[in-house]
């Protein structure tokens, strides 16, 4: 168990809705990435947080957003779903951002839209 | 632009043997390169990091990587491969390029330990 939480484990919705995934990082990481795994992509970096700002943007799209509460947990928005969206996301928390400093993963949600 | 490649997408193993899973990468001045696993269902757990010092570098589960600055390679390494260590693994280099430090990973290479 690596200390960080996901909720919700799965998600079934149909295209055109909006979800939110929410993760609570380890006690004391200020860090949280956000990852989206799917066959055909890989592992993609989506947006990372440090202590409540956004750090840095990767491949996430307009409809995708993001947040980091005072209490440093993150939500993960997703809108106007499309069949394309079905994967798992992956949130990740470190200490700070600083390049040798472990990320550790999240259990995941497995998004699944119809 | 940095990068991993993990060149084989399945590695079989008999239990017992030992086992090497492999990643080459590409980046701009020294690189931290780190090794996931991941389990059916389950997250990514992680085994290992290079950053700097000594090449061989010692992880959880007996897992260990060579760092290899000539070939530009850290392969994993397990001296007895067990049936349990069946998984998919993740290579990832640590993005120092842009702001944040994200990963980049490889595409995974899905090991298979038979009895």
């Known amino acids: 168990d690596s200390g960080v939480t996901q909720t919700p484990k799965h998600l079934i919705t149909a295209t055109g809705q909006r979800v939110t995934l929410r993760c609570s990082p380890r006690s004391g990481d200020l860090s949280v990435y956000w990852y989206q795994q799917s066959l055909d992509q890989g592992l993609q970096f989506l947006i990372h947080?440090?202590?409540?700002?956004?750090?840095a943007k990767g491949n996430i799209l307009e409809r995708f957003s993001a947040q980091q509460f005072p209490d440093l947990h993150s939500e993960l928005n997703l809108s106007s779903l499309e069949l394309g969206d079905s994967a798992l996301y992956f949130c990740?928390?470190?200490?700070?951002?600083?390049?040798?400093?472990?990320?550790?993963f999240g259990p995941g949600t497995r998004l699944t839209v119809l | 632009a940095q990068s991993v490649a993990q060149p084989e997408d399945q590695v079989n193993v008999a239990e017992g043997n030992p086992l090497t899973v492999k990643c080459t990468y590409s980046?701009?001045?020294?690189?931290?390169l780190f090794w996931y696993v991941q389990y059916p269902n389950r997250g990514l757990q992680f085994l290992l990091k290079?950053?700097?010092?000594?090449?061989l570098v010692k992880g959880s589960y007996g897992f260990e990587a060579e760092f290899n600055k000539s070939q530009t390679s850290f392969h994993l390494k397990k001296p007895s491969a067990l049936v349990s260590d069946s998984a998919l693994y993740f290579c990832?280099?640590?993005?120092?390029?842009?702001?944040?430090?994200?990963?980049?990973f490889g595409q995974g290479t899905e090991l298979s330990v038979k009895p």
């Open positions: 990832a280099v640590r993005d120092r390029m842009g702001q944040g430090g994200k990963l980049i």
């Open positions: 947080y440090y202590n409540g700002e956004e750090r």
């Open positions: 980046v701009s001045g020294n690189p931290y």
């Open positions: 290079y950053i700097t010092g000594d090449n």
């Open positions: 990740a928390s470190s200490v700070d951002p600083g390049w040798t400093d472990t990320q550790y």
